[in-house]
C-alpha cells in the first residue's frame, strides 16, 4: 500500500518562502507522475505542479516563475519549494501520485490516485 506524507507547511508573511516535502512508500506497479495539488476553502482542487517518469514538469500558471517541483528518486520524496508566496496561495497542499497523465492545454496533467493527508499553506498579508 503506498503511503505519502507531506511536511513543511506553515504560516507564513507575504514574499516569504516554504519548501513542502512529500515522502513515499510502498510503491508498487507504474508511478507516471507524482504531484502538488491545492485546495483552498470553498474551492476546488487544483493541481500545482507536478513532474512525469520523464522529469517534465507541468506548473499552474498562477505559480509558475515562483514555485518549482522536484523529486529524489533515491529518497522516494518530492518537493515543492515555493517562493514569494502570497495570501492566495493559503491552502491545503497535498501530494499524490498516480499511473497516468492526460495532454490538455498544451501539457501533461498528473491524473492522481493516491493522495496524502495533506499540509496547511497560510500566507497572511
Known amino acids: 500500500q503506498v503511503q505519502l506524507v507531506e511536511s513543511g507547511g506553515g504560516s507564513v508573511q507575504s514574499g516569504g518562502s516554504l519548501r513542502l516535502s512529500c515522502a513515499g512508500a510502498g510503491y508498487t506497479g507504474s508511478r507516471v507522475c507524482m504531484g502538488w495539488f491545492r485546495q483552498a476553502p470553498g474551492k476546488e482542487r487544483e493541481e500545482v505542479a507536478s513532474i512525469g517518469v520523464d522529469g517534465a514538469t507541468t506548473y499552474a500558471d498562477s505559480v509558475k516563475g515562483r514555485f518549482t517541483v522536484s523529486q529524489d528518486n533515491a529518497k522516494n520524496t518530492l518537493y515543492l519549494q515555493m517562493r514569494t508566496l502570497r495570501p492566495e496561495d493559503t491552502a491545503m497542499y497535498y501530494c499524490?501520485?498516480?499511473?497516468?497523465?492526460?495532454?490538455?492545454?498544451?501539457?501533461?496533467?498528473?491524473?492522481?490516485?493516491?493522495w496524502g493527508q495533506g499540509t496547511q499553506v497560510t500566507v497572511s498579508s
Open positions: 499524490a501520485t498516480g499511473p497516468s497523465r492526460r495532454y490538455y492545454h498544451g501539457e501533461w496533467h498528473c491524473e492522481p490516485n493516491t
